[in-house]
């Protein structure tokens, strides 16, 4: 008798207005000395990739603004922005949030 295997729960996120869904990039647990660095000392990381982007704010003329990032672009932002994303929701365990394109501060090349 053949054995089901159970599928992972895709969730699709679509972002409103001018906000951005990224995925954070894990810092490295351990540095090129050899020191580990636990989990309650490792700070929130400021890196990641875009993987879901809204259509963009309204102006005052009620034009829609395009955004300058897109889905793929990994992009550095402010430390204390965003929200984060309860883990598991997109049925994996890397860590998300959510931001808005200001908080934004480069991409990366």
Avoid: C, H, W
């Amino acid at each position: 008798m053949p054995v089901k295997t159970a599928k992972k729960a895709s969730t699709k996120v679509v972002p409103l207005g001018d906000r951005i869904v990224v995925k954070q990039s894990r810092q490295e647990e351990v540095r090129a000395s050899g020191l580990v660095i636990p989990d309650t000392a490792r700070e929130k990381p400021q890196l990641g990739k875009v993987i879901a982007v809204g259509p963009g704010r309204i102006d005052d003329n009620g034009k829609r603004v395009t955004m300058d990032v897109k889905n793929g672009d990994r992009v550095l932002y402010a430390k204390y922005s965003g929200q984060d994303v309860p883990r598991g929701i997109f049925g994996d365990e890397d860590e998300y949030m959510i931001l808005k394109e200001t908080d934004i501060l480069a991409k990366l090349a």
